[in-house]
């Protein structure tokens, strides 16, 4: 039985979609982790919770593929 939190269908979509969103001129997530890799300089709080927003969806992606491989792992002989 899947839950929520397993299925990584649903979180491929939403990390396509929230994620990525707006997609023009480029995704947002991937600005604000360039922001943060050029050292986070004049970042205020509304824009780590922007970051945290739209990466949310990348992580539980990234949860849902572990558990799906490990699963896979562990059901072969």
């Known amino acids: 039985m899947k ?3 397993n299925n990584w269908p649903l979180w491929l ?3 396509l979609t929230l994620g990525l969103a707006p ?3 480029e995704p947002h997530l991937f600005g604000k982790i360039r922001w943060i890799a050029g050292g986070a ?3 205020k709080p509304i824009d780590w919770f922007d970051f945290i927003l739209h ?3 990348w992580m539980l992606l990234l949860r849902a593929a572990f558990v799906a491989l490990r699963k ?3 059901q072969t002989p």
Do not use: E, R, Y
């Open 3 to 5: 839950t929520t939190l």
């Open 13 to 15: 979509m939403v990390s």
């Open 23 to 25: 997609f023009w001129p």
């Open 41 to 43: 300089i004049g970042m």
């Open 55 to 57: 990466g949310t969806p």
């Open 72 to 74: 896979i792992k562990n």
